[in-house]
């Protein structure tokens, strides 16, 4: 691509964040022809067709993509215009900022890919040749030439190859306190032992699970007055992620009692919060999630498992699968149909049910309840469960809310907060998988130099500190506008959409890094790719996100106006 600016000095910071700042006009203006054009044909009467997003969702989770792209270069441009101010923005930041606005840029004029084998393209979004050229300005084509240069691979490759990957660009220094806790944490007591517990698929130890409850892992988010130390969000992405730069299981103990507590804050009596709350923030009660039927997958409003109330107790009978750490757990929060007469989401509601822990030898000791182990590829360390309900006896006062027909409601409303984590989640595994990749190429001497020195070897883990930066920033986002109370349930999708993939994509490229040693279970790299491919699936897989990100951005009639 050729232009009149082709001889611009891109590398003069505030040319670039100027360059950068007319690329995402460019981009707003495209994403609202986008907008209006698939309003057209999926809008009846100003409301959503469901039918018509059905038969055109190639499009619509097309611009859903679209639309997280635009959000993660707009954060991405925050960042470094932050760090700016703060006379932080080094020649790596430069760097990543030019190198993922020309990277995503470049991928939307050519195609985004949703997967590995569906690309989106401009066409596919209904923009003509003419739309596109209005889209490809001078600053957007010339950060795409600068932004995907071999120079500034090369450039960013001498920058991380002491292992820098760029200021997070965080300002509060007890944040920053916390997080460096968390990472000698990691490193001193989960790495150490996360590819034995891999390869054994064993349960993670108790005594670390003591001392994360020490830390105060399991309050993070609970408020002081029940026990918790009410950090934020934010700080729950940065011990998240830490915790899952080690190992995913570990990292994962606390999305369950994430949930539970969210729910428990929002929706429950007092006196569930005075049973609970305390012991879920020192980690004395463990909770699972039971949501997933074997016939419902994310489906959650078809849930068919029978909640029937007899003498001040539920009856629970039913099967509930995919059912992470529910034998070692304490408290089940169950998704559970109480009016059989009432279809979809208006007969379920949300019971709390405590049980005894299992062990070894019986995995799920409590009457009318047994169980089996789904044995999975990766994401172990908790152990999946299919379970099996029969007349399993729940007080009447742990119906959460004391509310019937709300569960679905109530279930939702804890997404952003699931979606948040889990893309915090997915950060840790895919700076796992950077780390382990930079040092095995640095490591590693082929034809007399380390492979680090090959183009392709460093494009890679630069690729990855790139979009490493964008989904952080992404996530980080959509965490600080969770605490801050307002609406986040389109950027909490965004950033799980965005953040599965990368992690995917730096677990694969760090096992190619590897070469034939990536494919050996003795080497941790082989532990990381399955466990990050599980992460496009929970929490709503990559398809379901896409589906709830198009809906909820069709719904907005000024698309721009309201992202502004």
């Not at 994403?31 to 044909?41: D, F, G, P, R, Y």
């Not at 950060?143 to 991380?160: A, K, V």
């Not at 959460?400 to 409601?409: I, P, R, S, V």
């Not at 893309?423 to 130099?449: I, P, S, T």
Request: charged share 20%; hydrophobic share 40%; with cysteine.
């Amino acid at each position: 691509m050729t232009s009149s600016k082709n001889t611009t000095d891109y590398t003069n910071t505030q040319t670039l964040l100027e360059t950068c700042d007319s690329a995402i006009l460019s981009l707003e203006a495209l994403e609202n022809k986008v907008h209006h054009q698939l309003a057209l044909s999926i809008m009846d009467h100003g409301k959503v067709s469901s039918a018509k997003l059905n038969e055109k969702q190639f499009a619509a989770h097309g611009y859903a993509w679209l639309a997280t792209y635009g959000e993660a270069l707009r954060q991405l441009l925050v960042w470094a215009k932050t760090l700016e101010e703060r006379g932080l923005l080094t020649d790596l930041e430069r760097l990543i900022l030019a190198a993922g606005f020309g990277e995503y840029l470049a991928q939307i004029t050519g195609g985004i890919a949703m997967s590995q084998v569906e690309i989106v393209r401009l066409a596919d979004l209904g923009i003509d040749p003419s739309n596109q050229k209005a889209f490809e300005t001078d600053e957007v084509s010339q950060l795409i030439q600068y932004g995907t240069s071999d120079q500034i691979r090369s450039d960013m490759g001498e920058l991380i190859s002491a292992g820098h990957f760029g200021n997070p660009g965080i300002k509060d220094s007890s944040l920053s306190m916390i997080r460096e806790q968390f990472k000698r944490f990691s490193d001193e007591q989960i790495t150490p032992s996360a590819q034995k517990w891999h390869r054994g698929d064993l349960l993670i130890p108790d005594a670390i699970i003591s001392q994360m409850a020490e830390l105060g892992v399991f309050g993070l988010t609970i408020p002081e007055e029940w026990g918790g130390v009410q950090l934020g969000k934010i700080t729950m992405c940065m011990v998240t992620e830490e915790l899952c730069r080690g190992y995913l299981g570990v990292g994962s103990l606390a999305t369950r009692t994430e949930i539970a507590a969210d729910l428990i804050l929002l929706h429950g009596t007092q006196a569930q919060k005075e049973l609970w709350l305390g012991g879920l923030a020192r980690g004395a009660i463990l909770p699972t999630a039971l949501f997933t039927e074997p016939g419902t997958g994310s489906d959650l409003a078809s849930v068919a498992t029978q909640a029937r109330l007899s003498a001040g107790n539920y009856l629970i009978t039913g099967a509930k699968t995919w059912s992470t750490h529910a034998s070692r757990a304490d408290l089940m929060t169950m998704l559970v149909r109480t009016d059989s007469s009432k279809k979809g989401y208006e007969g379920v509601s949300l019971l709390m049910a405590p049980k005894p822990r299992g062990d070894g030898k019986n995995l799920f000791p409590a009457q009318g309840m047994s169980g089996s182990e789904i044995k999975v590829l990766g994401y172990r360390g908790m152990k999946e469960y299919e379970i099996a309900f029969s007349d399993f006896s729940v007080p009447k006062e742990y119906l959460l809310g004391g509310l019937e027909g709300q569960g679905f409601k109530q279930l939702m409303g804890s997404m952003e907060t699931a979606r948040i984590q889990t893309a915090a989640r997915a950060l840790g595994v895919a700076q796992c998988a950077l780390e382990l990749g930079l040092n095995y190429a640095k490591d590693r001497v082929q034809f007399g130099r380390p492979i680090f020195d090959f183009p392709r070897i460093h494009r890679k883990l630069t690729s990855m500190v790139v979009e490493i930066m964008i989904a952080r920033q992404l996530t980080w986002s959509a965490a600080r506008k969770k605490d801050s109370g307002e609406r986040c349930d389109l950027e909490a999708g965004m950033a799980k959409l965005l953040a599965s993939r990368v992690a995917w994509a730096a677990a694969d490229n760090s096992v190619q890094v590897h070469g034939g040693n990536g494919y050996a279970e003795e080497y941790p790299i082989s532990r990381v790719l399955v466990d990050s491919r599980i992460l496009n699936v929970f929490e709503g897989t990559g398809e379901i996100q896409a589906q709830i990100i198009a809906r909820r951005l069709l719904e907005q009639s000024q698309f721009l106006h309201h992202r502004q």
